[in-house]
């Protein structure tokens, strides 16, 4: 029997969204909040900016949720709608009640989110998880995809030990008193044990069980048809895969613009966010 990502208590829950609440309203003042009905569960938007244009759809990683777009909204939203998801299976607002059990599930997922809140056409910001999902989506939808950022993004290689042992070993981290845990940042190249509000609530997440399949690594036919233009952001020292040869693939397949962002690793969006502004809203203006 396939299972859905969900606390493992209302309890639990309810922890959680008290601290995730009192983060958002620190960090995302004046967001306006939306529950969408969906097949596959009620996902939560949170969005701001001009109602006019394209919209900007963030996706986050995975384990992650709105919260961590938070040095992100206020500048991107200066001048396009900004739409932050919360994916079902996902710790945060949303609630999932249908299992997601491959890329062809997660598309039809985002498709129906979108369709619900009148959004014909976006431009897709993702990190990791998220950078896979809107990926798949622009493949499959490529008139509904203005454009994507595509930070570090999932979809390019088996799941390695080395990864599988940075995310314990920064999920250990999470856990341990502020100085220890900034000191550790260092030590294993993850900027995100410095964002006290996301760490805020790794105590609170660990009542979370996560049940999202694993991303399959992406076919040379499958890159082949993205016609989506893109800018993909990859960190020098990634470890979630060789990102110099990840690179490498993807001028040869697409057309998309590619770097390696010097001194950064999987922690991309939260080691330069003021880089990751920039190149995004240059790229945005680009295409819009």
């Avoid at 208590?9 to 601290?19: G, Q």
């Avoid at 940042?185 to 997440?205: F, I, K, P, Q, S």
């Avoid at 040379?220 to 060789?242: F, I, K």
């Amino acid at each position: 029997m396939k299972t859905v990502g969900a606390f493992t208590s209302e309890n639990a829950r309810t922890k959680f969204l008290a601290a995730y609440g009192h983060a958002l309203d620190r960090r995302w003042p004046g967001r306006a909040t939306t529950d969408v009905p969906t097949a596959y569960g009620t996902t939560r938007v949170y969005t701001c900016g001009p109602d006019d244009g394209t919209p900007v759809v963030l996706l986050p990683g995975a384990g992650g949720n709105a919260l961590m777009w938070h040095r992100y909204v206020a500048e991107l939203g200066r001048h396009r709608r900004v739409i932050a998801v919360d994916p079902v299976g996902d710790p945060g607002g949303s609630v999932q009640d249908r299992p997601i059990e491959g890329a062809e599930d997660i598309t039809r997922w985002l498709g129906e989110l979108l369709t619900r809140l009148d959004v014909p056409r976006a431009h897709f910001v993702g990190c990791s998880y998220g950078g896979w999902t809107a990926l798949q989506y622009a493949i499959r939808n490529p008139a509904a995809a203005a454009s994507l950022t595509l930070l570090d993004p999932a979809g390019f290689g088996k799941i390695t030990g080395r990864f599988i042992a940075w995310v314990i070993v920064g999920g250990l981290a999470g856990l341990s008193p502020r100085p220890m845990r900034h000191r550790a940042a260092g030590w294993v190249r993850n900027a995100t044990l410095r964002d006290d509000d996301v760490m805020g609530l790794a105590a609170v997440t660990m009542g979370f069980r996560r049940r999202l399949p694993v991303p399959p690594p992406l076919t040379d036919e499958e890159l082949r048809q993205l016609t989506t233009p893109a800018l993909v952001l990859l960190g020098e020292h990634s470890q979630l895969y060789d990102a110099a040869a990840v690179a490498q693939r993807i001028r040869t397949l697409t057309r998309a613009e590619v770097d390696l962002v010097s001194g950064a690793g999987h922690d991309l969006p939260m080691s330069c966010p003021d880089q990751i502004l920039d190149r995004t809203g240059a790229f945005l203006d680009r295409t819009s």
